[in-house]
C-alpha cells in the first residue's frame, strides 16, 4: 500500500491541504479543505478498489476547486480593493495538493489499466 507512487501523492496533498489551516480563512474554506483531505486519506485506504479510488481524487480535486471559488467570493465580498486580499503562501497550497491529486488519479487509473490489460491476456 505504501509503496505505491499515489499514496505519496495522496498523502502529500492531504498534509499541503490541511498546512492551510496557518492561515486564518473563512470556516467554509477550512472544512472544504479538512473535507478533501478526508478524501484524499480515505483514498489511500481503498487500494483494493481502485475505480472508487479515482472517483474519490475526483471529488477531492473538485473540492479543491470549490476552495478557490469560496476564496474569490471571499475575498471579493471582504475587500474593496485588491491591495486589501489576503494573499499568502499558503493560499497556493491547495493548487498543489489539486495537482497531487490529479497525479494519484493518473496514477490509479494506469494500475486499473495493467491490471484489466493482465486479465485479458490471462483468459
Avoid at 492551510?20 to 467554509?28: A, K, N
Avoid at 486580499?85 to 497550497?93: D, G, I
Avoid at 497525479?103 to 483468459?123: F, G, I, M, N, T
Amino acid at each position: 500500500m505504501w509503496q505505491r507512487k499515489q499514496t505519496l501523492f495522496l498523502l502529500l496533498a492531504a498534509v499541503c491541504a490541511l498546512l492551510t489551516y496557518m492561515e486564518p480563512f473563512e470556516i467554509g474554506q477550512h472544512i472544504i479543505v479538512a473535507v478533501a483531505a478526508a478524501c484524499n486519506v480515505l483514498t489511500i485506504f481503498l487500494f483494493k478498489n481502485r475505480p472508487l479510488q479515482s472517483t474519490l481524487c475526483v471529488i477531492s480535486m473538485f473540492l479543491y476547486l470549490g476552495w478557490y471559488l469560496a476564496f474569490v467570493i471571499y475575498s471579493k465580498q471582504v475587500a474593496t480593493d485588491a491591495s486589501q486580499v489576503l494573499t499568502s503562501w499558503l493560499t497556493v497550497l491547495p493548487a498543489v495538493s489539486l495537482v497531487l491529486t490529479a497525479l494519484a488519479r493518473k496514477a490509479v487509473r494506469a494500475d486499473e489499466k495493467l491490471v484489466r490489460d493482465s486479465d485479458r491476456l490471462r483468459r
